[in-house]
């Protein structure tokens, strides 16, 4: 065989090589600003890494949105080949596969950097006016201090409300999750504005959130298997952290 005959059959052998690992799979979500959304670069910080993982496997992702009840519904006839971040709940779990966490959703209480804030337990909040989002629990502990009128309440249907209503003293905090809460600072407030509220480090919940992947699909388990191979890697080699330090220095704003 001469010498053009063998760089044509490599050719074709890496070709068809390419072809057979080479895949694209669809992700639906909801979107769960800033963590997978369309206002930012690679839709969001978590579906950046989310990309990159399965991307190390030869697999590209697109993302879909919908609203959260379609997406649900959609994803376990296996029309989408997962879904993401979604919430531990019982009743998911006959629908879906769950990968390793993704991500710790970390509430804390955001106050103003001028308030000499500190707290440990609940009780700590006697006294104190708190800000709130429409229908949102903040975890048994929280909502069990709010039953038993240790602090007041007051909700409105968004974070910029909130944090004007913080910067203006009508609430003393606002509990929200930490990348979210910057997120809507540098985003619904000026730079000035965002600079006189900080936030406090005791966490007031933790959720952890998952990909959420169809039994109905054959191909789930291998993808599961993937993605979770992928992330503990990430996690244990630093990758993982480089996303929320790039988050934080805002580098996934759309400019």
Not at 141 to 158: I, K, P, S
Request: net charge negative; proline share 4%; with cysteine.
């Amino acid at each position: 065989m001469n010498k053009r005959c063998v760089m044509m059959l490599l050719a074709l052998c890496l070709l068809n090589g390419f072809t057979a690992h080479a895949r694209e799979i669809t992700i639906s979500s909801g979107g769960w600003p800033p963590f997978i959304t369309e206002d930012q670069k690679h839709n969001g910080f978590i579906a950046h890494l989310i990309s990159d993982i399965f991307a190390d496997a030869g697999i590209t992702v697109t993302y879909v949105y919908r609203p959260w009840a379609r997406v649900y519904q959609e994803t376990a006839l296996a029309q989408y080949d997962a879904t993401a971040v979604w919430m531990d709940a019982p009743d998911r779990h006959a629908d879906f596969w769950y990968s390793s966490p993704v991500l710790n959703e970390t509430f804390v209480f955001f106050h103003r950097q001028d308030d000499d804030f500190d707290w440990t337990v609940f009780t700590d909040l006697a006294g104190l006016n708190v800000g709130g989002i429409l229908g949102y629990s903040y975890g048994p502990g929280f909502d069990a201090a709010l039953a038993d009128e240790v602090f007041m309440m007051e909700r409105v249907h968004d974070d910029r409300f909130n944090f004007l209503k913080l910067l203006s003293a009508r609430i003393d905090v606002y509990p929200q999750e930490v990348s979210v809460g910057y997120y809507a600072l540098r985003r619904d407030l000026s730079p000035e504005e965002a600079a006189r509220v900080t936030h406090h480090e005791q966490p007031v919940l933790v959720n952890q959130s998952f990909l959420l992947l169809p039994k109905q699909a054959p191909e789930s388990a291998e993808l599961l298997a993937i993605f979770n191979e992928g992330l503990a890697r990430y996690r244990a080699d630093g990758r993982y952290d480089a996303y929320f330090e790039a988050f934080h220095r805002g580098e996934y704003e759309l400019r």
